[in-house]
């Protein structure tokens, strides 16, 4: 499965933004999926993942309450609604898909495939 993330832009603090990752070669009900984000310098890091069917969302704690994390299976498209967004929510945003309906991980090494990336700036 081939995935594509967009929605990264420039925000000021407090401002909101939503990340899209389309999918492509595979439907994604087939997958749990996740986003992860990674600063300057820093490794890569959980922020959310969806079951396979939408039921369970799971959050980081820093971003519980202010993240939102969702999937259309019918469009092929999870999506990240971040809003109250804090400098320190600045980073790359990657979308990620791990083979199967069970469980999730919030490990890199426990997804499969991984979309390129849409960077987000929170400016104070």
């Known amino acids: 499965v081939q995935l594509q993330a967009s929605g990264g832009g420039l925000v000021q603090a407090g401002g909101s933004l939503r990340l899209s990752c389309a999918a492509s070669?595979?439907?994604?009900?087939?997958?749990?999926m996740g986003w992860f984000r990674q600063a300057p310098g820093k490794e890569r890091k959980f922020v959310a993942a969806v079951s396979w069917s939408g039921g369970g969302t799971y959050y980081t704690d820093s971003v519980k309450g202010r993240f939102t994390i969702s999937r259309d299976n019918a469009k092929n498209t999870v999506y990240l609604q971040m809003n109250s967004l804090k400098p320190e929510d600045t980073g790359v945003y990657y979308c990620?898909?791990?083979?199967?309906?069970?469980?999730?991980?919030?490990?890199?090494?426990?997804?499969?495939?991984w979309g390129q990336g849409t960077l987000v700036t929170v400016s104070s």
């Open positions: 990620a898909a791990k083979m199967g309906r069970r469980g999730y991980s919030t490990s890199a090494t426990g997804y499969d495939y």
């Open positions: 070669g595979r439907t994604l009900s087939s997958y749990v």
